[in-house]
């Protein structure tokens, strides 16, 4: 089964791509910022893929992808 980390600020679209991923059966992680996410990300470093909005508070998603990478 496929690991996802979602970090949206959004929680609407949030909802709505978590909730489309769930459908096709991928289990998924969900953060409101890249500072939520880095945690998640460094927490579970199996999942298959991190999903970002690059634009959001506390750490944009250029800063989690660096961060996440260290």
């Known amino acids: 089964m496929s690991q996802v980390i979602l970090a949206e600020d959004e929680p609407q679209l949030r909802g ?3 909730n489309l991923l769930i459908s096709k059966g991928v289990t998924v992680s969900q953060a409101a ?3 939520e996410a880095l945690k998640l990300v460094q927490s579970d470093p199996a999942a298959a ?3 970002s909005d690059i634009v959001m508070p506390n750490m944009d998603g250029y800063e989690l ?3 996440s990478l260290k």
């Open 49 to 51: 893929l991190l999903l």
């Open 33 to 35: 910022d890249g500072a």
């Open 16 to 18: 709505l791509i978590a």
């Open 65 to 67: 992808v660096e961060a």
